[in-house]
């Protein structure tokens, strides 16, 4: 049973551009969250989408944008690429019931560099 | 708003010795406190859980206790091996705001050496 993959491993973009992070949660998961983590810093969440709509939102701006498939697959989005958006992009797969034990699982992450 | 602060790192220690991390947090409801740990290359990985006044989380021989008075979750090992050497984050769940997000210290790296 596949855990939670992310694609790709590493990336790197120019300032100004846009980038797409991918995420396939763990088999029989439909929750998907997504985290932002600074170099040597703390994961902070980003947002997280059930049934294909965003449900939560942390304290990022609109250039962070995703989507959830019907597969329950997930994208991350980011506009205008900042210098302060290189960091390692983690996303978290859970159930409902799972959510209500607070227990998810999280990918290896995308490594994001913006030059 | 809700933040958690943990001991700053690198912690090194030799084969076998004690382990404590501290943990304290700040929460406007009733948290759930958690321990995330995260090997080189991989995915943060859940070590234990509280959900809780008074729980004990255990798991792999690590230990925290959910301490209300005192708003700590600190981390505890009777005899760290190389093989515990990663970083290890310290997180809660706010249940008061009906929030699932986890909020996050910065992490500590701990070192052992053979």
């Known amino acids: 049973d596949a855990g939670v993959t992310q694609s790709p491993t590493h990336l790197i973009k120019t300032r100004g551009q846009q980038v797409t992070l991918r995420c396939s949660p763990k088999?029989?998961?439909?929750?998907v969250s997504w985290y932002q983590q600074a170099l040597g810093q703390g994961p902070q969440f980003i947002f997280q989408y059930y049934e294909e709509e965003e449900r939560q939102r942390g304290n990022f701006p609109d250039r962070f944008s995703g989507h959830q498939f019907p597969n329950y697959s997930s994208e991350l989005n980011v506009n205008a690429l900042l210098l302060g958006d290189s960091a390692l992009y983690l996303c978290?797969?859970?159930?409902?019931?799972?959510?209500?034990?607070?227990?998810?699982?999280f990918g290896p992450g995308t490594r994001l560099t913006v030059t | 708003g809700d933040s958690v602060t943990q001991m700053e790192g690198p912690v090194t220690l030799s084969e076998e010795a004690f382990l404590t991390i501290n943990c304290t947090y700040t929460?406007?409801?009733?948290?759930?406190l958690f321990w995330y740990v995260q090997y080189p290359g991989e995915g943060l990985q859940l070590l234990l859980k509280a959900t809780k006044a008074d729980d004990k989380g255990s798991n792999k021989g690590f230990e925290a206790t959910y301490r209300k008075e005192t708003t700590s979750f600190h981390l505890e090992k009777g005899s760290v091996q190389v093989s515990d050497s990663a970083v290890y984050f310290c997180?809660?769940?706010?249940?008061?705001?009906?929030?699932?997000?986890?909020?996050f210290g910065s992490g500590t790296r701990l070192q052992v050496q053979p």
């Open positions: 929460a406007t409801g009733y948290p759930s």
């Open positions: 997180a809660l769940s706010d249940r008061g705001t009906g929030r699932r997000a986890l909020t």
């Open positions: 978290a797969s859970t159930t409902q019931e799972l959510a209500a034990h607070y227990e998810q699982y």
């Open positions: 088999s029989g998961h439909d929750t």
